[in-house]
């Protein structure tokens, strides 16, 4: 699979649900969230800027 097709399948709404556990206040707690993975064009200035960032 190329890089591009892996993320064009990625595109749309995911879920993920774990458990996050603190054992210094024997606590555990369940975290859900929602991920929208939107696409991008190259000539979208937000895309530009990245890359042309030379901090990164």
Same mark, same amino acid.
């Given at each position: 699979?190329?890089? /591009?097709?892996? *993320?064009?399948?990625?595109?749309? #709404?995911? #879920?993920?649900?774990? #458990?996050? #556990?603190?054992?210094? *206040?024997?606590?555990?707690?369940?975290?859900?969230?929602? /991920?929208? /993975?939107?696409?991008? *064009?190259?000539?979208?200035?937000?895309?530009?800027?990245?890359?042309?960032?030379?901090?990164?």
């Amino acid at each position: 699979m190329e890089i /591009t097709e892996s *993320f064009e399948l990625s595109i749309g #709404r995911s #879920r993920s649900h774990h #458990r996050d #556990r603190y054992l210094a *206040f024997a606590h555990l707690e369940q975290v859900l969230s929602n /991920t929208d /993975t939107e696409p991008l *064009f190259v000539d979208e200035s937000a895309v530009v800027k990245i890359c042309l960032d030379k901090s990164r």
